[in-house]
């Protein structure tokens, strides 16, 4: 939300949205120091929970360095250092978005650093799956740097990102598999009902993409919509679009929606 404007956060209240759960997110360029990111956490944990708090809508963040800059292993030590003062804020959820991004040897030393971070801390965990042809195998090392670790229920981790050939690896394993949904790439609302139908959506949930590049804040109502269209009934459209989120993040103590939420 940090690259929307607030009439993306007026339209989400007029489309029902109950909460904005906003991760650490690469900034659509190169930040240069760790003091960038030190700026960049406020933003998250101060600015825009009062910027979204105007239109009644609560905001929670996610905080980490995002893989797509954690080829700098130096600059990433560096920003992991930070991000403990910051999770006590009460609108931090936990650690993420981390994971891979081009499955390189770097990469996977800031995860295995961030995946000690948030089990030393007791966090939850949200992460990143590659968007380009090596998904499954940046998919399964992940898996692997999880499993290894062993001090994060994998009912506390949401793999975010799955598609049709590594959403059932995802939920074999026990975690929790996130459909990010995009208007022209990625995946699509059909693509996600498709997995939902196919293998129940008990531990699924959809996220609206929603950043500096071309992507739509409303994109999980609009699924809501592609679910009426095949015949689903309300109870199971909102179990997968509200209640399958506040199952999985209601597990930090600090997610609290308002009662005419709730």
């Not at 904005?20 to 030190?38: I, L, N």
């Not at 996130?178 to 990625?186: D, Q």
Request: charged share 25%.
């Amino acid at each position: 939300m940090v690259s929307r404007t607030t009439d993306d956060y007026r339209a989400m209240v007029v489309a029902g949205c109950a909460a904005v759960c906003e991760p650490a997110f690469w900034a659509g360029f190169d930040r240069s120091s760790a003091a960038g990111f030190y700026d960049y956490f406020g933003q998250l944990t101060e600015h825009e929970p009062r910027r979204a708090a105007k239109f009644g809508l609560p905001h929670f963040c996610w905080l980490c360095i995002n893989p797509k800059e954690a080829e700098d292993v130096q600059l990433a030590q560096e920003v992991i250092a930070l991000i403990p003062q910051f999770l006590s804020r009460p609108n931090v959820l936990g650690i993420g978005e981390i994971g891979l991004n081009k499955n390189s040897r770097n990469e996977l030393k800031v995860l295995e650093l961030q995946v000690d971070l948030a089990a030393r801390q007791d966090q939850l965990v949200l992460v990143h799956t590659p968007h380009l042809e090596d998904k499954l195998k940046g998919t399964r090392l992940i898996l692997d740097v999880l499993r290894a670790d062993g001090r994060i229920p994998p009912g506390r981790c949401l793999i975010d990102h799955v598609e049709e050939h590594t959403v059932k690896l995802v939920l074999d394993r026990g975690f929790w598999g996130g459909m990010t949904l995009y208007p022209e790439s990625k995946c699509t609302a059909a693509r996600a009902v498709d997995m939902i139908e196919q293998y129940g959506g008990e531990r699924l949930w959809m996220n609206s993409a929603c950043d500096w590049g071309v992507s739509v804040p409303l994109a999980v109502p609009y699924a809501a919509q592609e679910l009426r269209r095949r015949g689903h009934d309300a109870g199971m459209i909102d179990r997968l679009i509200y209640g399958n989120p506040k199952r999985f993040l209601s597990q930090c103590a600090k997610f609290r929606l308002p009662e005419a939420a709730s």
